[in-house]
């Protein structure tokens, strides 16, 4: 599209201050449109790439007492600058077993909790999709309802649920059935992830699936597909792009979750976020808590991101 | 093409109802919404090959009545009878029966080709058989080089055809097509029209239509089923319901016509006087009508049949000769349709051929003429 005026009209006048900002800015070569791009760019720039660049370069340094409890990257000396770099944070991170199983570990059990919400949460979202209208906006409430609540008390509130005197082994004991171990186990984790996260699987597998339009249903049924045949072969191929994004919105948390496996997980219960927690907090070694961080980036969203790529191509078709 | 398909059976089998045994039988079927009544207590007999058509105006019943048939919704009470089998408790996925939707309805992930496979795979059918069965089909609606397309490559024609191959692609007996031209422009629907019609005649496939168009309906069908308010209240072939409407809404709703009150005055076996103040003259009727002197009916009459003329002409016993000033001309090529104001301020509607080319002589605007017509030209109403 080709903005250039033509020079024998002259621009409409226009008596607003705007303009001559707008003219000004035009001057420099600067266009509303490229404003409205800067403004979501700036805000990346200084709240994520700025402090991860931070992150990396604390990462590439030694742990040191004092305050900041790490060696300068920068150093001069006799007016020369030395930079200096260790690379034993992430040589340590191979090495030593801890957290290539933690990392392990963690990716299991976000792979895990993920596949259990999606479980859950698809029948629900297809329930909602098909409730009638007047219906569908007090449903979706109740999902988003918790969110009303304080994060970290709702999971305090599972554990009241799950311990050894709470409120399900005391229903249990009615029946003469002994107290279940359900606290500080994976199990806890699970209930706790997909609990917690089971609105942001839901969400996007709704607003696919209300989308679909009712008619490829009867048509399938027509053509003579049972059911079940239905929804394996219209339903769910075409509800795919909410089932990866509702993935993505789980799993990604999920793997960097930290007060779920501290509050309910047990001494077993190995996630890099916990490890991460501990290097920095316990160890106090921020170049070492900092490489961990900077390697699950690394780790988790470059094929992701790749994953998603691919998943954008087949969905443009 | 080198001679015209051969009919699979008689044509006409509605007419000797004693000797043909209806295949789709729709028996005292109604359907209620809550309180509201979408098809009231239907009954209606269609034969095998027919191409039947369900018009009528929105909100008429007869989507509602279409996919009763096609099993998507359940009757309230009655029941419906494909091929002498109850259906009222068979789900849609075991139905006889394919349907053709308004929307299409294709699967958007899958190609033009898997579309028309679709119901073959649920059959369970060997893969070489699918596929020239598919090859089969997309030759049928022409569509050869566009198997590997998704539908969102395709034109709303393009689309139209691979439902309708999809919907024929299991050899259905009976097809239920819903609006199937409505989405394409005019030009496009005139051709498909014939298509349709030429790919029903081939397959023997018994066809019905649902249909708001009345000039479809009237192209398409065997047999018209006019519906209002979930009621039929006409079946019959299409000039039956043209010629011979049976009552005020089904002369209004198909075609246009002049409407018209009268008082019966002589009510004789041979023939019939009504006596209209809106006309300023007598109707005479030369058949018998079951009807009471002074009864109050209706007279419609079509705009073709009647003649203008400047001369008064002789009229049918001092009756069927109204006269009036032409307050319209609309000139439409073929044919003009002249609004005669009558002194009753009542207007008809007349048309007229343009036989003449360029007549100069024409009837033209503000001119006092003379409205006559034969004593079967109008249609005796009454209800």
Known sequence: ?317 | MAKKPQLAIDTRPWRDTANNKPFVRIRNVSKKFGDIIAVDDVSLDIYKSELFCLLGGSGSGKSTLLRMLAGFENPTSGAIEIDGQDMTAVPPYDRPVNMMFQSYALFPHMSVEQNIAYGLKRDGLPRAEINARVEELLALVKLGDYGKRKPHQLSGGQRQRVALARALAKRPKLLLLDEPLGALDKKLREETQFELVKIQESLGVTFIVVTHDQEEAMTLATRIGVMNQGEIVMVGEPTDIYEFPNSRFVANFIGSANMVEGVVSEDEPDHIRIRSSELGCDIYVGHGVDCAPEQRLWWAIRPEKMVLSREKPAGLNGANVATGIVEEIAYLGDISVYQIALESGKRLRVSQTNSVRGNPDAITWEETVYVSWDEDAGSVLTS
């Open chain 1, 1 to 317: 599209m080709t903005t250039a005026r033509d020079p024998t009209i002259p621009p409409p006048r226009r008596l607003k201050p705007w303009n001559a900002v707008e003219r000004g800015l035009a001057r420099v070569g600067i266009t509303g449109r490229m404003l409205v791009l800067i403004a979501p760019l700036l805000w990346l720039l200084v709240f994520f790439l700025v402090p991860l660049a931070v992150v990396f370069g604390i990462s590439l340094t030694s742990k040191q007492f004092g305050r900041p409890p790490y060696t300068p990257l920068l150093t001069s000396e006799d007016g020369m600058v030395q930079l200096t770099l260790h690379l034993n944070n992430y040589i340590r991170l191979f090495t030593d077993n801890l957290y290539v199983a933690a990392y392990l570990s963690s990716i299991r059990i976000a792979a895990i909790a993920t596949i259990i919400t999606l479980l859950v949460g698809y029948p629900m979202a297809y329930a909602i999709a098909r409730a009638p209208d007047r219906w569908r906006n007090i449903l979706l409430m109740l999902v988003v309802l918790p969110f009303f609540t304080s994060f970290l008390l709702r999971v305090y509130a599972l554990t009241g649920f799950m311990r050894g005197n709470g409120v399900i082994n005391q229903f249990l004991g009615l029946f003469g059935v002994e107290p279940l171990v359900m606290m500080q186990t994976d199990f806890a984790v699970y209930v706790g992830i997909v609990y917690t996260y089971l609105p942001f699987m839901i969400l996007p597998l709704y607003t696919t699936l209300v989308k679909l339009d009712v008619s490829l249903f009867e048509a399938s049924a027509d053509l003579g597909a049972r059911p079940i045949h239905t929804f394996l072969f219209v339903t769910l191929p075409l509800s795919l792009p909410g089932i990866i994004a509702g993935s993505m919105l789980v799993f990604i948390p999920a793997i960097g979750e930290f007060v779920i496996p501290s509050l309910l997980g047990g001494p077993e219960t190995l996630m890099i976020g916990r490890v991460l927690w501990d290097e920095f907090f316990s160890a106090t070694n921020w170049p070492r808590a900092s490489a961990v961080a900077v390697a699950m980036l690394v780790v988790v969203v470059v094929p992701i991101m790749l994953l998603q790529r691919a998943q954008g191509a087949v969905v443009e078709k």
